[in-house]
């Protein structure tokens, strides 16, 4: 099977920054993309950042220009910078890795990591 780990999540003051780390280990061959999403309370599993195989990116419209997505799919491991964070981003970050085993691929997750933004 396939393990995700998320680490870094915590307590941070309104502007303040937190990095957030993902690894995934165990039966993989390929890893198509890995990507992180949150989920507040009251409200739905919503995607934040994600990054491919071939480095592309695409971000949540909400943290374009705060948050950056970074690492290597082809090592397993990819992180989340979140800067300029705000209330709003209150929430339990999940990481999830796109795992491809012959002709299928499968989606496995982590489970979570809280960061909580407050004064």
């Known amino acids: 099977q396939v393990q995700v780990a998320e680490s870094g999540g915590g307590l941070v003051q309104p502007g303040g920054s937190l990095r957030l780390s993902c690894v995934a280990s165990g039966r993989i061959f390929t890893i198509k993309s890995m990507g992180w999403y949150r989920q507040a309370p009251g409200k739905e599993r919503e995607l934040v950042a994600a990054?491919?195989?071939?480095?592309?990116?695409n971000y949540a419209d909400s943290v374009k220009g705060r948050f950056t997505i970074s690492g290597d799919v082809a090592k397993n491991t990819v992180f989340l910078q979140m800067n300029s964070l705000k209330p709003e981003d209150t929430a339990v970050y999940y990481c999830?890795?796109?795992?491809?085993?012959?002709?299928?691929?499968?989606?496995?997750w982590g489970r979570g990591t809280q960061v909580t933004v407050s004064s």
């Open positions: 990054i491919v195989s071939g480095g592309n990116t």
């Open positions: 999830s890795a796109d795992v491809v085993w012959g002709d299928h691929t499968y989606d496995f």
